[in-house]
Structure formats: structure tokens, C-alpha cells
């Protein structure tokens, strides 16, 4: 049944065009299947292979998160062969029809990528539902890795919105800008907004995402920035300095390309980074070391194993003391050093809490009616903070909330991708294999071009990709997650 279900993953009833058209209905719609017996909720497949008046549905599908819609024998009789034991033919005369489920509005706190995509996902399969969406920012969706680039002014604004005021009226979506949720009364099935509206729902959606993380005692000191909205970006730009000197804190994936934005304004640039290399839990030895090269060429100066102990200046911050003894002047700073997710509100609604938000494999928390998807979404003891997942999570939700049972979250692969112009890297999945016996690498390198691909097998399985030349330069580390095939 596993390799079925590797094979073909979710539940179908393929129907031939002459009865899809009939029916009025299209590929990838839910449809119920009754017979006397009892009903299927599945994707319709419309295909020529079926004969007219026939429609199949595959019976290698059991329970899917307590739910048996996807059973064929919820249809068909349950007679056994008294001796051998085998089941009897399974076929039965069915009514076909659309699903039609009741209109529902569903209430999305944030408007980050998860909402985004949700917005986008739900509105291709239902146009009925009333959606309404709470964003503290007052701005339009936009999208938040790009940062960076509208720093150094590679981008403008209008280039990382990604859904003009046009678009969302024919989304017909309810776009709060500047409202942000104090309160859910999960009894009474609302909201309180920061203006003190009450707003009901049927589905609350949190997609609350993250805050910058900071060190403790960190001093009111003027220059000190952090990088996670267009407020930030403003701010920060505003105050970038001709012939300055930053420092960045923290070698992560924002830290890094924030600093390449920075040396194409020919702003010095110091990195302070705790860890011994960059990225070393997405990168191995050699491709840490490979995009260190990148780095240094760019002109970034760079602290390994090192953080800031002591803050320099009055009102303004003029320089800082590292762990190792070094006193850097400066004149601005930007701590990148991981983030924080945004779970009071669930919290102080009840809902249960980890390291984020529990929640299945639905996106549903410890409350039926309310989701979480996004960084504050733990799932099987994970939090996916990266905007992949985020879309992956509001796509599957997106589905379920539509009507399609057979959705459901499986986790996402671990993908890194910088963003730096005159060179790619991508991370997927393991960096590094756990063990000889169990896996092996295949490794494509040239160094002197820094140069390098590798990819992980696990059980004769692996994972497919592909590298981009730019400039001359790729350096590039692919990997799988424990043997699942993956061609993202």
C-alpha cells in the first residue's frame, strides 16, 4: 500500500468526458460518489480512459486523518467468500455530483506569505466564501525576502508587491490594512480587532509569521536595526551612510544577502557570525567554504566564532566590542541573527503551544475551527520557517478547507536558496549523508571555478535538480531528506 501511495498519493474517480460535461463538471473538482451503501468525497479526473456511463475509483486508500471519504468500499458491497476469504467483485451503480459545501467566511490573521497564498490557492477552487484578512502593516501583500534588493535599490517597491489593489477586488477579498487582532474568543467564534470591531468567522487562520530575534539587554541606542518589514527597509536605508561602515550580525541566509546589498552601494561591510563557517546547517565543510570565497570577494570583511559583548556610543551607537577582544567602529547595525515566532495571540486563546502553534496534519489546532500555517505552524515537532513551506502548508490547507479530505500537510523539505547577484546556491534537504553503509554522495566540483554539486542517495532514491550559470560562478549543494524522492 506504501509504494501506492508513493506512486499515486491521493484518492481520484476519473469519469469520462461525455459524463463530466453531462454533469457540468471539470477536472480537479470534488465530487460525491454515492451508491445505497454509502459515499466518497474525491478529485474528479476527466479522462477518455473510462468508458462512458463508467466512472474508477482506486481502492488502495484507507482512513486519512479519521476520515474514510476516500474509502472505495464506503460504496460497494462487504460480502467475503466464506472459504477463501476474498471479497466479492467491487462494483456498484453510483450517482455522481458535484460537492457543494456551505458558505463559510474565513477569517486570516497576517498577510504574509502563507495568507498570500492561501488567498491565491483558495480562490482558483472557490470564489463564494467571504475571506477577510487583518494585516498590521498598511500596505498591500508584499513579498519580504526581497528586502535586500530594495535596500541597494536593485528593486523597486512595485517589484516586490505581489498583488496590486486591482487584483485583490477581484479576489474579493477583504484586505484590513493597519488592523491588527487583540483577541479570539474561540467560544463565541470571534475576533477582536486593534480598532474594536467584532468579526465572526467559521475558519480562523493564523498566519502570524515571526519578529526578529534580539540578544537580552540590548541598548536603546540609535543605529541598531533589524530587517523583517518595509518599515525596517525604510528606516534602515534612510540612515545607510555614503562611505559608511555596518556591521551585520549574523551569517544566516537575510544576513548574507543583506550584506551583498550593501557592497553593491560600496558601503563597508563587517559580518559577525557565532558559528565557525556560513550556514553550516544547510551547507557542508566545502560548501560553506565556497560561499565564504563569494563573500570575501564581494569585499565583506568577516568574524567567525565571534558576537558582540559591548555597544558603543551615547543616544547613537559609534562601534562595538566582540567576545574576542576586537573593537570595530561603526555606523550602523543590523542584527540577522534568526527569529522569533509570533504565538501570543494563540496563546492567550488557549491553543496548545510548543516551540510555535501545534498542528496536525491538517493545519488544525488544538481548536477544530482554527488553523495555523507558517512560521508559527509546528508540525511533528517542527517549525518550517521558510516561505516555501509557508505556500506548501496554504496550498494544502487551501484544498482541505474546499472540501477535499485526502489534503493534508506531510512536512516540508529543507530548500536554502541565496539570493546574491553573480552567483547561485541552493540547499536542499541533507547536506551531508548520516552514513557510509546507508547512503552515498555523487559529487560534480570544480574549485577553481567554485563549482560544486552534490547530490545524496538513500536507498537507491534520490533527488533531481538543476544549478543556473551566472557569471561563471555556481555554487550549488543538493541533497534528499532521508531517501524520499524530491525534485523541488
Known amino acids: 500500500m506504501n509504494r501506492l501511495k508513493q506512486h499515486i498519493p ?13 454533469q457540468g463538471l471539470e477536472d480537479g473538482e470534488i465530487v460525491v460518489v454515492r451508491s445505497r451503501r454509502g459515499e466518497v468525497r474525491v478529485p474528479v ?43 466479492d467483485f467491487k462494483f456498484c451503480a ?72 486591482e487584483e485583490e477586488a477581484d479576489m474579493a477579498i477583504d484586505l484590513r490594512r493597519g488592523v491588527s487582532i487583540e483577541r479570539i474568543d474561540r467560544a463565541g467564534k470571534y475576533v477582536v480587532d486593534s480598532t474594536g470591531t467584532v468579526t465572526h468567522y ?24 533589524t530587517l523583517r518589514s518595509r518599515t525596517d ?23 548574507l544577502e543583506l550584506a551583498a546589498s550593501l557592497r553593491e552601494m560600496d558601503i563597508r561591510v563587517s559580518i559577525v557570525h557565532r558559528s565557525s563557517r556560513f550556514l553550516d546547517r544547510q551547507l557542508d565543510a566545502l560548501g560553506s567554504q565556497l560561499l565564504h570565497e563569494e563573500i570575501v570577494d564581494l569585499g565583506c570583511e568577516v568574524y567567525y566564532s565571534d558576537e558582540v559583548q559591548l555597544f558603543y556610543g551615547q543616544s547613537k551607537l559609534t562601534g562595538i566590542h566582540l ?12 542584527f540577522a541573527i534568526g527569529t522569533v515566532p ?55 490547507l487551501a484544498r482541505y478547507l474546499h472540501g477535499d479530505i485526502a489534503s493534508h500537510y506531510r512536512g516540508t523539505v529543507p530548500m536554502n536558496i541565496i539570493k546574491i547577484h553573480g552567483f547561485d546556491l541552493c540547499s536542499i534537504g541533507l547536506p551531508e549523508s548520516p552514513n557510509s553503509k546507508e547512503y552515498e554522495e555523487i559529487v560534480f566540483i570544480d574549485k577553481a571555478r567554485r563549482y560544486y554539486k552534490k547530490c545524496i542517495i538513500h536507498q537507491d532514491r534520490t533527488g533531481r535538480g538543476h544549478s543556473r550559470r551566472r557569471q ?4 550549488a549543494v543538493q541533497g534528499v531528506d532521508h531517501g524520499r524522492h524530491r525534485t523541488e
Open 10 to 22: 491521493q484518492s481520484f474517480l476519473e469519469i469520462h468526458p461525455i459524463n463530466a460535461k453531462e
Open 45 to 87: 479526473r476527466v479522462t477518455d480512459s473510462v468508458k462512458k456511463n463508467t466512472v474508477f475509483l482506486p481502492m488502495h486508500w484507507g482512513k486519512i486523518l479519521g476520515s474514510d471519504l476516500n474509502r472505495a468500499n464506503n460504496v460497494t458491497n462487504n460480502l467475503v467468500d466464506p472459504i477463501s476469504k476474498e471479497p
Open 94 to 165: 453510483v450517482a455522481v455530483e458535484r460537492y457543494k459545501k456551505r458558505k463559510e467566511r474565513i477569517v486570516i490573521v497576517g498577510a504574509g506569505a502563507g495568507a498570500h497564498g492561501f488567498v491565491r490557492s483558495y480562490r482558483e477552487l472557490n470564489r463564494e466564501d467571504e475571506i477577510v484578512i487583518f494585516s498590521r502593516e498598511n500596505l498591500p501583500f508584499y513579498n519580504r525576502v526581497q528586502l535586500p534588493d530594495y535596500i541597494s535599490g536593485t528593486q523597486t517597491w512595485q517589484d516586490l508587491v505581489r498583488m496590486e489593489d
Open 202 to 225: 467559521d475558519r480562523l487562520i493564523l498566519s502570524t509569521g515571526s519578529r526578529a530575534a534580539l540578544p537580552k539587554n540590548l541598548p536603546a541606542l540609535d543605529g541598531i536595526f
Open 233 to 255: 527597509a525604510d528606516n534602515f536605508r534612510q540612515r545607510v551612510p555614503e562611505n559608511g561602515h555596518i556591521v551585520v550580525v549574523g551569517g544566516g541566509l537575510l544576513g
Open 323 to 334: 567576545r574576542s577582544g576586537r573593537v570595530l567602529d561603526c555606523d550602523l547595525l543590523v
Open 342 to 396: 509570533n504565538i501570543e495571540i494563540a496563546k492567550a486563546a488557549g491553543l496548545e503551544i510548543r516551540r510555535g502553534v501545534v498542528v496536525n496534519g491538517r493545519l488544525q489546532t488544538s481548536d477544530p475551527d482554527i488553523h495555523a500555517i507558517g512560521e508559527i505552524a509546528e508540525y511533528n515537532g517542527n517549525c518550517f520557517g521558510f516561505t516555501a513551506a509557508a505556500e506548501q502548508q496554504a496550498a494544502v
Open 472 to 475: 561563471g560562478r555556481v555554487p
